[in-house]
């Protein structure tokens, strides 16, 4: 059991949003009033405002276990590609992971909650830190992925994502056939067939839509809410989050790209997983401040 945090008036902190869409970025605020019966916290925001009434800023009352002091300030002259950041976005700090440089103190952001990739400045970002049991700790850099070329064979098993409206965040199941090019490969689906369902479907994809298949995760026994997952559906693995965890080993999972909710079976589901850089990262997970 990690010691109780206890933050009193007038302290600034960092809340973390559970908004649909909005989740694991976190807002600065300024506590109002700390409830240690019910272990709730009475908040500020300093960027968010009232629906109400745009000239005031936002109040609201949390739970403690999305509330952390601020993390320390740092000064860094430059990232790598593979550290874990927070960039600033929205009035909110997102967590990431740098891709690469481009240019004078500027970087790719890779956002593995949403597959997106953004642009930053150095004064936007700061390392990754993770409170937990009352101190801050930065992810070693063993897990960290570094910059290393994917190698595509003849015959080799991938996932192949789509680039097409309605399809961003899936993945389907597919066979490398042979190269087509420097940079492109022909591939044969597992689970789509041409238009006749004569036979099973071919296509030229651009190497940077192709993965190796993931780390099996069949041993986890159950899903938290707000973890981030792969969904199986219309025949391809589709990037979504916990929203609700239900009786029977099922779940309701929320999906960004269509702000849709789903139920799913345990067995359709499997731990999230991005591939950056040659190397399977797993996603932050919800923080903690309780065992």
Known sequence: MAEEVKFS?????EVRSEEPGFE????TATVLRFRSTTGRVSV???SLMSEEDESKALTAV????????LPPVEAVAAFEPGDEVDAFYNDGWWDGTIKEAVGDSKYVVHFSRT?????????????????????????????????????????MIVEVSSDEEGFCGAWFAAVIVNPTGKNSFLVEYQNLRTDD???????????????????DTSKVKSFARLEEVDAWYNEAWWVGVISKVLKG???????RHSKE????????????????????????????LYD
């Open 9 to 13: 008036k007038g302290t600034e902190v």
């Open 24 to 27: 694991g970025s976190w807002y």
């Open 44 to 46: 500020q925001y300093h």
């Open 62 to 69: 949390v739970d403690i276990a999305h509330v952390r002091p």
């Open 115 to 155: 597959g997106e990739e953004m642009e930053f400045g150095t004064s936007d970002l700061r390392h990754h830190l993770d409170w937990i049991d009352g101190k801050w700790v930065l992810k070693d850099k063993t897990v960290l992925q570094r910059k290393s070329e994917t190698k595509f064979s003849d015959g």
């Open 197 to 215: 369902e004569a036979e099973l479907l071919r296509e030229t994809v651009d190497s940077k839509l192709i993965r190796p298949i993931p780390p």
């Open 249 to 255: 080993s099922k779940y309701i999972v929320y999906f």
């Open 261 to 288: 909710e789903l139920e799913f079976q345990h067995s359709e589901l499997r731990l999230h997983q991005d591939w950056i850089n040659g190397r399977w990262v797993r996603a932050s997970q919800a923080l903690k």
